[in-house]
């Protein structure tokens, strides 16, 4: 993976110190925070505590009514962030944390998981006898747009290509079309979370990008990673690949595009 700004700076180690010399050993932790912890701010806090001290990671509500937190960095900072959890921001009842050591997996910010970031849309697309989909994701008050030649995938071994197109106005994620020579219904439609060990738009810019789509077709985790650029100066043409990730939602060896049908959406 390549390293950008984003990451804590590291330091070299202090020359009285043993052993060989090199950046301080990132360390990571997953932890429990139990008790009146949801409604509070509680993950808002544990983000801008996190931040303040160089850790990456999330934190996400859970359906228990816990608080789940997944922190790496240095270890004296996740003590510092451990202590925080025991007590949480002012309006948190802490019952218990339950903390355990996992290894570091890379992320490059502290997100705060669950939240949505924006809509998205899928368009089926009857063109001149030719029919293809369009998926299409706010990004900073815009709509990142693919066409889909053969649609899209609840199967997670089913790659499917996805050619980025010009960005469109936030106004299509409400547009169809009757037209003969150009019929274009709403086939899915719903809010969609962003996540991934990479901000965004910067995952976006770098080519794999990871979200949550909550739609009624389309549900759970999918990953956009491109295979092919675009021509310089412009992000329509590259070539990409929409692949459903494994979760509860996946459903291998369905054909969403051919057992949905759009009526009633
Ligand atoms: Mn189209």
């Known amino acids: 993976m390549t390293p ?60 228990d009514g816990a608080v789940e937190v997944h922190a790496e960095g240095a270890g004296e900072a996740l003590e510092e962030l451990e202590a925080f959890l025991g007590r949480g921001p002012r309006m948190a009842q802490v019952s218990g944390v339950a903390v355990e050591r996992v290894a570091p997996e890379g992320h490059e910010q502290f997100a705060i998981r669950g939240v949505p970031a924006g809509m998205f849309v899928v ?29 899209p995938s609840m199967d997670p071994a089913v790659k499917r290509l996805a050619v980025q197109v010009a960005d469109h106005a936030l106004e299509h994620l409400h547009f169809e079309t009757a037209r003969a020579d150009g019929r274009v219904v709403i086939w899915d439609r719903g809010p969609y979370e962003q996540g991934g060990r ?37 992000a329509s043409g590259a070539q990409w690949l929409l692949i459903k990730r494994r979760d509860e939602h996946a459903r291998p060896g369905s054909d969403v595009v051919a057992e949905r049908s759009v009526e009633g959406l």
């Open 123 to 151: 368009q089926r697309h009857d063109q001149l006898g030719r029919r293809h989909f369009d998926l299409r994701l706010e990004v900073d008050g815009a709509l990142r747009s693919w066409a889909l030649p053969k649609g």
């Open 4 to 63: 950008t700004p984003s990451r804590p700076p590291t330091h070299p180690a202090p020359s009285t110190r043993a052993g060989p010399p090199g950046p301080p050993a990132r360390a990571a932790i997953r932890a429990v925070v139990r008790g009146a912890v949801q409604g509070v701010g509680f993950r808002d806090a544990t983000a801008r505590r996190a931040r303040s001290l160089a850790l990456t990671g999330w934190v996400r509500n859970r359906d």
């Open 198 to 234: 990479v901000p965004w738009p910067e995952a976006l810019a770098r080519g794999h990008a990871v979200f949550v789509l909550h739609g009624r077709q389309l549900r759970g985790g999918f990953a956009l990673q491109r295979t092919h650029p675009a021509a310089p100066g412009s």
